[in-house]
């Protein structure tokens, strides 16, 4: 029996789980993330799961960021302070058989006409994200360039048709499928990888100005946001778990984050992942309301 049958009998613990997982990618701690979800899928030892670690790291590539900095630094009138980024499925094929479905990739650019990026740091851009609808949602700049994700195919189209993408908890259930613990956790490595493609694109090549990256994915679970610094300048948060928070307002994981803004880059490294299990359990996890349907499409600007 996997452990995450038994946290995912109930939809608390489902949210609980996830949202662990939601404030290490909140915090940029993607290799502790996929040090959790490595040892959960190595556990699951299925074909899926299996397909899933086969999936390295470098096999997921990122293409145009060289073109994002080139029109960047070319782009006339207000400087671009501000980035969104995302994957999606398109919605008319996405369930269409025998063929790979690769995810395409949706950007938005802005400057600080439509939001104060520039001045804004790590956890006010998160909590922006939060909002019912963020100051940058639709203020885009009239910029073309085209990006696209390489490597994701396979598992993206595993996921599309997988046999169990909902667990409806009724009746007797004391348990949780073992095929949609599996489909949980493939999703959350489709978006692990998907992050660390543009963690990898920002740090190996820029955006002038120090362009902060607020990256996530449409319509397509989870909804698991980060923000990318492209500049040294920029301070990442402290992840720091806290009680008594109002769990319902937020949506990743904001429930078990203190954020604020690290003096000192070298001590603002996230704690480990056994920690951070060990300090949730003793703080106690309140129940946390699903976002709803679109959620990221309105962060992102797209409708």
Request: aromatic share 8%; hydrophobic share 45%; glycine share 8%.
């Amino acid at each position: 029996m996997h452990d995450l049958q038994h946290r995912f009998a109930s939809e608390a613990g489902e949210i609980a789980w996830n949202a662990e997982l939601q404030a290490l990618f909140a915090a940029c701690a993607l290799d502790e993330a996929e040090a959790q979800l490595a040892e959960a899928l190595t556990a699951l030892d299925s074909e899926l799961a299996w397909s899933c670690l086969e999936v390295p790291r470098d096999a997921v590539t990122l293409s145009g960021w060289d073109e994002l900095a080139e029109a960047i630094a070319l782009h006339e009138g207000e400087p671009v302070t501000g980035v969104t980024i995302a994957i999606a499925n398109e919605a008319d094929r996405a369930f269409e058989k025998g063929v790979a479905h690769r995810p395409h990739v949706l950007l938005g650019i802005y400057t600080d006409e439509a939001y104060a990026f520039s001045s804004a740091v790590h956890w006010q851009l998160l909590d922006e994200c939060q909002a019912a609808e963020p100051a940058w949602a639709g203020r885009e700049e009239d910029i073309e360039v085209h990006m696209a994700i390489e490597g994701l195919d396979g598992l993206n189209t595993r996921l599309l048709h997988h046999k169990q993408r909902h667990f409806f908890r009724d009746g007797e259930q004391t348990t949780a499928p073992l095929r949609y613990v599996e489909f949980v956790l493939g999703c959350w490595w489709r978006a692990l990888r998907w992050h660390q493609a543009v963690a990898a694109a920002s740090a190996s090549t820029g955006l002038p100005g120090g362009v902060p990256v607020i990256a996530g994915m449409v319509d397509m679970r989870p909804e698991a946001v980060a923000i990318h610094a492209t500049g040294a300048a920029r301070a990442r948060p402290i992840l720091e778990l806290v009680g008594g928070r109002d769990v319902e307002a937020a949506s990743f994981g904001d429930s078990f984050i203190q954020r604020r803004p690290a003096e000192d880059e070298a001590v603002a490294s996230p704690p480990t992942v056994t920690a951070l299990r060990r300090r949730m359990q003793a703080e106690g996890l309140a129940e946390q309301r699903t976002p709803a349907s679109g959620f990221l499409a309105r962060i992102f600007g797209w409708r």
